[in-house]
């Protein structure tokens, strides 16, 4: 009879050395590690060669990536898995790499610096409004670094939702960002005229972005905070990806309602969100964002669909339906006026 294993120290240690794994996919990103990979460096001094480091640097580098599950080593011969082939490889047409210029910006790790400090006051330790400080440069960071990240689940989300053909229609994407949600929809609709709602310069990456997409002549924006702002009128969709999760509930609750009276009578909302399950620790993947929100935000929380579900009905819509969008952990959640 085998007796059970007893206590390990292993995933504390992880937990108090997991900077280390940062560090190191940075590294990578930085040198380009899986995209020489990729092109047919295999073996520690052709890497080191490509990348103009030292040749001891890079077979440590590759060894710990291959430890953390980014690389495979059979005798010497280094090779990207699945997942690194598809998503860090520079020349890939799904590489997220660039997402690390916002995911690791300084003012984004700052406000883990105190993180005891944040549990204590239930919300950052920063400054009073942490990220959402009007104009806060980090979210033209966010813009420029994300938008690769954000077209699967778009487009996801665009095959879930019809728009009318007949007429031309109206979309207002809310928090635009980079614009890639309200583009990918315009893209699939040509009679959609897209209104893009965001700070003054953080818009201008969404113009960026929709005028190489082709949509200058059917795109439009409103700069200033979407609480204070007109939204306009008669929208068919508006959507809201990445948004709610930065207040509290009463706040989403007023804000949805304003939202609701946007929209023409058919009019739908879309809300994209990271939506744990109601124990609040599945899928970890989902469920770890609420920490997020309380070092960055004041009350700002990753909600179940029940309370995005409630948030909802208290503003005036009718029954949600709930979407994953895969590649993406997100979850959509779409509501008729």
Known sequence: MSSAPGPSPVLAFNAMNAYQQTAAIQAALELKIF???????????????????AERGVRILCDSLTVFGFLTKADDTYQLTVDSAAFLDAKSPAYIGGAIEFLLAPQLKSNFDDLTAAVR???????????????????????RAMAPMMIPPAQALAGLLSLETNRASKILDVAAGHGMWGITFAQRNPTA?????????????????????????????????????????????????????HFNLQVCIGFLKKVRAALREEGRVAIVEFVPNPDRVSPPEVARFSLIMLASTPEG????????????????????????????????IIAPK
């Open 301 to 332: 929380d990753a909600y179940t669909f029940a309370e995005l579900e409630k948030m909802l009905g208290e503003a005036g819509f009718k029954t949600p339906e709930m979407h994953p969008l895969p590649p993406s952990v997100a979850t959509a």
């Open 121 to 143: 006051k239930g919300g950052t330790a920063g400054t009073a409004l942490g990220t959402l400080a009007p104009e806060n440069p980090i979210w033209t960071q966010f813009a």
């Open 35 to 53: 995209t020489h990979v990729a092109a047919g460096a295999s073996k520690a001094p052709e890497i080191a060669s490509r990348c103009n480091a």
């Open 193 to 245: 005229h897209l209104v893009a709602l965001d700070w003054a310069p953080v818009l201008g990456v969404a113009i960026e972005n929709a005028q190489r997409a082709g949509l200058a002549a059917r795109f439009t924006t409103i700069a200033g905070s979407a609480f204070e702002v007109d939204l306009g009128s008669d929208y068919d969709l508006i959507l809201i990806p990445n948004f709610l999760h």
